[in-house]
């Protein structure tokens, strides 16, 4: 019988209905092995398959998902099932804190995002193995902050002219909101990134847009199936070499350039401070190539682009919805400007806008929890939980919406953030990028940015594509002066 059954799987279709049942059996029995306490929660546990049905329902509806078990589990821990594992999750100031505190040997962001993102296959591993890109962009843009925000400045009027302007002509002009915010953002960011005139390039500008978004399809896309089919699935589905070769053809000419005169010029470049030329003189060995230069100027862009185009298209979505807020932000920018001109320190002179953009954040979450962290060995939290080795932790976004960090949380308030010192001069406190166990908008801890993991990502794009469509129509020219027709 025995040999019969070893025959018997020299047939291939045997053999892989063989291994899919192995898998899903692995999936339904899995959870009873879990070295760790902490309650799985999103499906009926008596259902057969039933992680299979929490993954489906976790994929199209998480924030719904976490917030059942925010409300049963507040303070303690939770795990969640995805298609292919599963997240636990921890609350609680206390442990919140010491999740973002863990060195990366013990729980590893870049681990974690390797997985998550499919690296090797969406954005190019050597953007993990060696993110030198990473200290250029603290220290560099920290450096030169105010020369590259006049910079900003100056390019997001004429992206806007571009946008709003050419649909002006006729007095009145429908788009979608969402994808001009998009190349809005693209066309700002790469003044700082590649320079005048490559950053308003058409061309150009719907690569590094779409980039982006077709990283997030494939990585999604990969991460259904089992691990040892990644490799197949990302070599049919990545993009990653077609899209290189695309933003060659208009960033290779400026590589040439500024390797030419960094040989020249011993190191220095005379010209405008920018992101590229910063990346020529740091970057060693193969990761000098045009196409290794090329790759990481389309990391940096993936990392930028809709992250804050989202944030962006959801406050202009609160704005036009609460006209209120029109006439107090407008004083506000308009004093500034008049004041400050078109630098930082008229940026750092809008505690109203900041307001209206953090309460946004909290509002209308880019997600439902943090990015996720690997664990890179066994450990335990200070309030014995214990994390095997390899398993996923992350926190929800659940807290934004607890009454006891936030009064009425479920009431959007512009100015929630807003308060006034004994002078009487309005602060935003804490400011938009002050991070907290109950602010994680942009994370928290030693890796704290913008997360641009959004684990029901398909919910929130389709969200907000339909709330485009929805108020998108009817852009007047005088959209700056009043509010926007509903």
Known sequence: MLDTFIRSLGDPLISVSLIANLYILWRIISPLFQKTAVPPIGYPHWMPFGSYYGGLRFFFNSQKMLREGYSKYKSGHFMV???????????????????????????????????????????????????YHVPLLRTKFLRHQQVLVAEAMDEVTSAFDRVIGQHCKDGSKEFVVVDEAARIVAQTFNRIFVGNPTCSNEDYINIVSQFAVDAMVTATIINIFPRFLHSLIGSILSKLSRTVRRASI?????????????????????????????LVSSASGEERTTEALVRRMLVVNVASIHTTSIVFTQSLFNLVSRPQYLQPLRKEVEEALHQHGWTRRALDSL???????????RFNEMGSMSFPRKAMKAFTFSDGTHIPEGAYVSTPFSMHFDEQYYPRPHIF????????????????????????????SFGHGRHACVSFYSSDLWQRLISTLDKAREISCDIHCEVHASACPR
């Open 250 to 278: 208009h960033l290779a000419p400026l590589i040439e350039e500024r390797k030419k005169v960094y040989e020249v010029e011993g190191g220095a470049f005379p010209q405008q401070p920018e992101l590229l030329s910063w």
């Open 351 to 361: 505690p109203l806008l900041d307001s209206f953009v953090k309460e946004t954040m």
């Open 413 to 440: 308030d512009g100015f929630r953030f807003v308060q006034e010192d004994q002078n009487g001069l309005k602060f935003s406190s804490p400011e938009m990028t002050r991070t907290s166990p109950s602010f994680l």
């Open 81 to 131: 099932p995805r298609w292919r594992d599963w997240v636990i999750l921890v609350t609680g100031d206390k442990i919140v804190e010491e999740l973002f505190k863990m060195p990366q040997d013990t729980l590893s962001l870049m681990d974690a995002a390797k997985d998550e993102l499919q690296i090797s296959h969406t954005l190019g591993l050597t953007s993990f193995t060696d993110p």
